[in-house]
DNA sequence: CTGAAAGCGCTTACAG
DNA sequence: CTGAAAGCGCTTACAG
């Protein structure tokens, strides 16, 4: 026989489909005798309830909805994988769709997203323009991670991209770093922009003139970091450090200065922004601010399951966390300014007048023109 | 008005529900009047046909299930990439399901997709049985990418491990390396153990014994990579190259490498199996073993569909392709051997004769105890 | 606690 | 080419 039905347990069980219906969906008492019998036959038939036709019946395709702008993505893969891990247990399954970045790819992905439809809506990012994402938000649960949306800001999973920023910046501000370049992200993200903002805030609260030919915009993957830095040198910009806006780039950037002959952190320092899981396998490992997209994903998909039974859960920011690891190091003169004296040093260090004549004696940023 | 259905679009177009059922399924001619009027009355609407109704009614979910292990896997992320890529235009949607490379999880992963019910299933790696596999392909179109399935090869997508494990090792081989350290994969993944094997097979072509003592096994993770090659030093192990079973470890053995002060290559080469998105910005960019993960998921994809559409593909077996980046060299003695005259060096390269004496001359192979 | 019945929104023979 | 009707496999008021 095909696979079983609903009909044929019952029929099996001796009871009706009604019966047989409430003892997999657990609606209603049933007398335990039935209930029994009930399980008996299905395990006999080795039935399954047709997710399909339940879903008809009643409405709920028990499908989320998960916008997102790349699958193999290091940083949305996290999300993803928080999500499936939120959905655990629950009835729901997650259905994907990506907008590869594009306006209209992401526009196609939620219109077949909507027409499945699914029960429920996760927006990762992207560029889809707040008025459409409320209109979808009027018909069914919808949270967004990483990205605000007007009138919506109760279901946005965010953090604070400046203060992340602000406090990547002070980490190699105290490191004793004055020139540093900065890889942004795209102008179009808002997320890019904000962390350029907190960059710039971090410099200007150290009162360290802005410098323009100190930036470069990529577009948040490995090859433009790479490209950024040879930029850089291209102009002869100077610097000790480098910041980027995401650690995809300073993977790039780094491979940029590995050609170079640059050493990390020993000629300059590099961060990077996300903490991806391979940040603590680059060599050296990077510095980076610590996103939790995994956590966010699992909330987001606790947040959908809340609002699917009626009792939404409060939205809360997520804290970031700076993560020091071996791509930073103090420069060498704020490394003598810390150990004049330091003994581990064969030849004692230069006194600090010495230094003060002399605007790079031991730490010359590098430029592209000397190289 | 709530969601407009199919009756209210036949209603405002003055058709039956069959008529306009026909203009959206393309099943059937329809007068072109009518044909407009449709079209013209779901525009208004807003019309979307309701995928499920759709599917009870015909019988098809039009949903492929992927069973894969890891959602946020570099590797399996670029096969999801794929599949996702292969399925665009198709009126199927691809739904994920992890086994996170657990046996019951994978079982339980598995089971979901069944009852939804999906059109088709496509395995990714996984320790699921045969024979319940060729079960599942009885009642619906498989496809396995990464893993042989008895009885059910002509439906796995595969490449060689064997020859692409005996490639990397030639390569390293043809460089000079005799003692080589080989970080396996778990014996229990067939993929782990053909890798091994071809590596084996290599040094016995070279006629360099095979040393228990060099052979360490991981996970397929990091943290494997990087603990194995601690455990290599631990046992006082001396290697010129490390060889891993996938770029995942070789990433880990990198860290182990940089965290002991060595120099690859210059002092040690590295090997990797997989060539992730990541290998090309490495530090150095690893050599490794292309495998053409994406485009396995794009002809899985396009498989499940031919085969749904009637006309099944036939499996063909995928190349692998060695890319030789930065983490390999020659030893010094090869180096010397190709090039004994070198007048690149500052001082004359040693004479032959001088070498030969000496076992290890110029490129003494790590060992822990050394360090 | 339980059964008969209507209905979810479509598709698809069947008969014109 | 087109309409009336049955049916996909469930759920869920409704009436006992």
Redo the contacts between chains.
Sequence with gaps: MA?PTLEDVAQAAGVSVSTASRVFTGTAKVRSDKHAAVMRAAEELGY??????R??ASGR?L?IGVLTQ?????FY??V??GI?QGLEGSSY??????GHWRVEEEASALH?L????VDGLIVLGGHTPDERLAAMAAKVPLIAVGRNIQGLEGQCLRIDNVQGSYDCARHLLELGHRRIAYIAGPESHRDARERLQGFQRALADWNVEANPSLIVEGDFL?PSG?LAVEALFARGAMFSAVMAANDQMA??A??GL?RRGIRVPEDISLVGFDDL??S??????LTTMRQPTYEMGVTAAEAILAALSGTPLPAAEFRVQLMVRESTAPTHRERQRLSPLDSRSAAPAAPPTAQASDPWPQDPPYSGERL
């Design positions: 696979t399954r309830p047709n997710a399909i036709a879903s008809l395709s499908l790349d699958i193999s993505s290091p893969g996290e993803l994988r499936e399954s997650a259905i994907f769709a990506s077949g909507m027409g499945r439809p490995e790479l993977y790039g780094r491979l590995y899981s391979g603590a396998f680059t060599t050296p490992p």
